[in-house]
């Protein structure tokens, strides 16, 4: 039997959270904020505290810096259960950190990258990550060091029989290149964003983008925000939203 149901390798750092903040930003200001929230952060991370705390043993490889930000986020990992063993302290750097504020409509968000662009090739057990039934990678973008190596570690991974999920997340670059179209015939379940959707296969809107998606990946599933999510396989669409279902 595997040792886990999901393992994951990514990025881990914290977000500072502030609300109520003026919606103008001049400079030179004393401004206030009327909350905030120090929170465990980074896709990767939330994904598997998130399964952890559904019931899913999760194993968790990432690197962070020897400060009281990565203290503060292996703490949190730990605590809900996450396999920690394989994550790295890397002595010399800085754990990154995500500033986000929240709008109305919308967020701000600015991120220190830190340790989260330090993930590479040698800091990845493979037969840690192998003993699941099922990988996920998150923030493709933001992997900057590990990107070359991914094509080769997924085909390993679909070898010993796992199933792989993907979720890129924005590219702050805004080019959508990167690789990341070849490796997606190499993942079963893609989770874009309606924009990550669009811009990943350069397409001007949500149906053009899945047509093309679904040809590659058997398995879509477009976050849509407060809209809920299209699930999309081969032809079929399924629509969530809250409570409501409906095929498309």
């Known amino acids: 039997m595997p040792r886990f149901d999901v ?59 020897d400060d009281d930000f990565g203290k503060i986020a292996l703490g949190r990992l730990q605590e809900i259960g996450v396999d920690i063993s394989t ?15 929240p709008r109305e409509k919308w967020r701000n968000i600015l991120t220190y990258p830190g340790t989260i662009a330090k993930l590479a090739k040698h800091h990845l057990d493979f037969d840690f990550l192998s003993s699941a039934r099922h990988f996920h990678l998150s923030s493709y973008f933001l992997q900057t060091a590990l990107q070359a190596s991914i094509p080769d570690l997924l085909k ?11 979720d890129t997340n924005d590219d702050p670059a805004d080019d959508w290149q990167s690789g990341v179209q070849q490796i997606l015939p190499l993942v079963d379940v ?17 149906n053009e983008a899945v047509d093309k998606l679904t040809k590659l990946v058997p398995l879509v599933v477009v976050k849509l925000g407060s809209c809920g999510a299209i ?11 809250r409570a409501r279902q409906r095929r498309e």
């Open 7 to 65: 393992t994951i390798a990514g990025e881990l750092n914290l977000d500072l959270i502030l609300y109520g903040f003026p919606e103008s930003l001049p400079p030179e200001r004393e401004l206030l904020a009327n909350d905030m929230s120090l929170t465990l952060g980074s896709s990767s991370a939330i994904v598997a505290h998130n399964l952890a705390a559904l019931g899913s043993k999760v194993g968790f490889t990432s690197c962070v810096g």
């Open 87 to 101: 994550i790295v302290t890397l002595p010399d750097e800085k754990t990154g950190l995500t500033v986000i504020l």
């Open 156 to 166: 390993r991974l679909k070898a010993a029989g796992l199933t792989i999920s993907l």
């Open 190 to 206: 893609f989770l874009p964003n309606e924009r990550e959707a669009q811009k990943i296969t350069h397409s001007s809107n949500l």
């Open 231 to 241: 699930v999309c396989r081969g032809a079929d669409r399924f629509h969530f939203h």
